[in-house]
């Protein structure tokens, strides 16, 4: 029930500040990555996704940084505003596993006004 | 904004009952999936499909069947309603192709009483 939510990995972050969010995967031959948003109520949205042969990409105020050395992934948030505010999941998907994306764990992103 | 619709949002029924869950998308994509979710956890996949006619199970164990008779619909029916299925369910849909992303809809709430 929601008593289980209320444990997830929770980042509270100054409005304006930046955000960091990491992830790490474990099956080395994932080969592309997907960050969602989920807000409350809502399905997964789709934020920034990153191939294997890539080690940095940028979007609109969001960056992932993948390094396949320590299978890490992260998401930078630029400028954190109170629409930031959700539940950010990672995801990775490998071809030897039949190319289905299987998702992290959520962490729980707080915008503090 | 992704168009992939799911009805209904919220569902509240009685152990046994036979109940159908909606979904459809208007993006033409070949693939569609079905994922649990219970509040702020990670997603799991059920079921999955790669075009009419082809159905496939997922990484979770679900007592749910689907179908695929058209390309824009993928209903997920539970023969007989129990207090376990009790969760969120989540449709989603992508474009052929091993890096595109899943849209997904914004969930059917399921209580079993």
């Known amino acids: 029930g929601e008593s289980v939510g209320l444990h997830l990995p929770t980042l509270s972050v100054q409005e304006g500040d930046n955000s960091i969010i990491n992830c790490a995967y474990s099956?080395?031959?994932?080969?592309?990555f997907i960050w969602y948003k989920q807000e409350s109520g809502k399905g997964p949205q789709f934020i920034i996704d990153i191939r294997s042969n890539m080690d940095k990409r940028q979007g609109q105020r969001v960056t992932v940084l993948l390094n396949k050395t320590v299978k890490h992934l992260s998401l930078q948030i630029a400028a954190t505003q109170p629409g930031d505010s959700a539940v950010y999941f990672c995801a990775e998907r490998s071809m030897a596993a039949g190319n289905k994306l299987t998702f992290g764990g959520g962490t729980r992103v707080l915008v503090k006004p | 904004e992704a168009d992939i619709y799911q009805t209904p949002r919220y569902l509240v029924i009685g152990t046994g009952k036979k109940i159908t869950l909606e979904c459809s998308q208007t993006m033409g994509h070949d693939k569609m999936y079905w994922y649990q979710q219970d509040p702020g956890m990670e997603l799991h996949l059920i079921h999955y499909s790669y075009g009419v006619n082809s159905t496939e199970k997922g990484d979770l164990s679900s007592e749910s069947t689907v179908s695929r008779i058209r390309t824009e619909h993928f209903p997920l029916t539970l023969e007989s309603a129990r207090p376990s299925h009790t969760s969120q369910y989540l449709c989603a849909s992508s474009k052929t192709g091993s890096n595109s992303p899943l849209h997904f809809g914004n969930g059917t709430r399921l209580t079993v009483t």
């Open positions: 099956n080395s031959a994932s080969d592309y």
